[in-house]
């Protein structure tokens, strides 16, 4: 056989996961276009829906529930990013199954069994995430930022010569409003995830349970940040981002560690893991005493 047969004969498998990939993302494609004009259509009840945290706070403070379109087209770029969102959301399924039946034939049947938990943990996760920013932290985000509002004596706006104060009432852009609610409902969702990755990492060798402890002093300097960061200058929305990520954080270790704990045990039943080797590793182990006595290191 020539060189030249060598390398078609090598590149023809390549062609037909680069043409099933190709097929796949299309498929994801044609998906989210139709998720998204589904989500189109009913729109404005998601809209709706997604001011509730910013309802709640204006009816406890006892103002009406309002939003503006400062610009003719802002109402149709609403519109477009509700259904982004939400289109991606309906399509996320579909979108991993493909991913999944892409990738599912290059692995083992144990690698199989070890990846697939973490496919389905991982939009579990990021739902859990977002609730938890909808319905908690956006709330608490919003009644902050309302805080700052000044209204004269009938809660009017007045003008600047007036003998009262001047009346600064909340008049918020349905964009504006849009755009940080979703940027609160993706980065927790985001920082969700943490244990399913640093879990699948852990399981790949990528991380240990003993590495990750050894760095926690950094982790919580890097935690901090994030939460200034991804988060509005509100003591108590950081605190509580703060908490529920390195809480995360600690849940990863724990899973990294039964992870480990797991493989160290298939190892042993198969033969694959050498005792004294962990004995030499640790030489102020008293149990090292006890090994070199009955004559099971060589000298």
């Not at 503006?68 to 959301?89: D, R, T, Y």
């Not at 700052?148 to 909340?170: H, K, M, N, T, Y």
């Not at 050894?214 to 003591?235: E, F, M, Q, S, W």
Request: net charge negative; glycine share 8%.
């Amino acid at each position: 056989m020539s060189n030249t047969d060598e390398i078609d004969d090598s590149s023809a498998p390549l062609i037909e996961h680069l043409t099933e990939l190709r097929t796949r993302l299309i498929h994801c494609v044609v998906a989210f276009l139709i998720g998204m004009i589904i989500c189109f259509t009913v729109a404005t009840p998601i809209f709706n829906f997604l001011t509730a945290p910013l309802c709640q706070v204006l009816n406890e403070r006892g103002q009406d529930c309002g939003l503006i379109f400062i610009s003719p087209q802002e109402g149709f770029f609403v519109a477009i990013k509700v259904s982004l969102l939400g289109g991606f959301m309906l399509a996320f399924p579909y979108i991993g199954m493909q991913m999944w039946r892409f990738v599912a034939p290059g692995l083992y049947k144990s690698e199989k069994g070890a990846f697939l938990p973490f496919m389905l943990a991982s939009p579990f996760m990021f739902l859990l995430g977002a609730s938890f920013a909808f319905y908690v932290v956006t709330p608490l985000a919003y009644d902050f930022f309302l805080g700052f509002q000044q209204f004269g004596a009938e809660g009017e706006a007045l003008p600047a010569d007036a003998a009262a104060p001047l009346s600064v009432v909340f008049q918020g852009s349905a964009q504006e409003y849009l755009n940080l609610t979703i940027k609160f409902i993706v980065a927790f969702g985001l920082c969700f995830q943490l244990p399913v990755l640093l879990t699948l990492m852990g399981k790949a060798g990528l991380v240990s349970a003993e590495g990750l402890g050894a760095v926690r002093k950094y982790a919580v300097v890097g935690i901090l940040v994030l939460a200034a960061l991804v988060t509005p200058p509100d003591v108590i929305t950081q605190v509580i981002l703060f908490v529920v990520v390195y809480g995360l954080y600690e849940i990863s270790i724990f899973l990294v560690a039964r992870v480990e704990k797991k493989r160290e045990e298939q190892l042993r039943a198969e033969g694959y893991y050498d005792d004294e080797d962990e004995i030499d590793a640790h030489p102020d182990d008293p149990m090292q005493a006890e090994f070199e006595a009955e004559g099971g290191k060589d000298k």
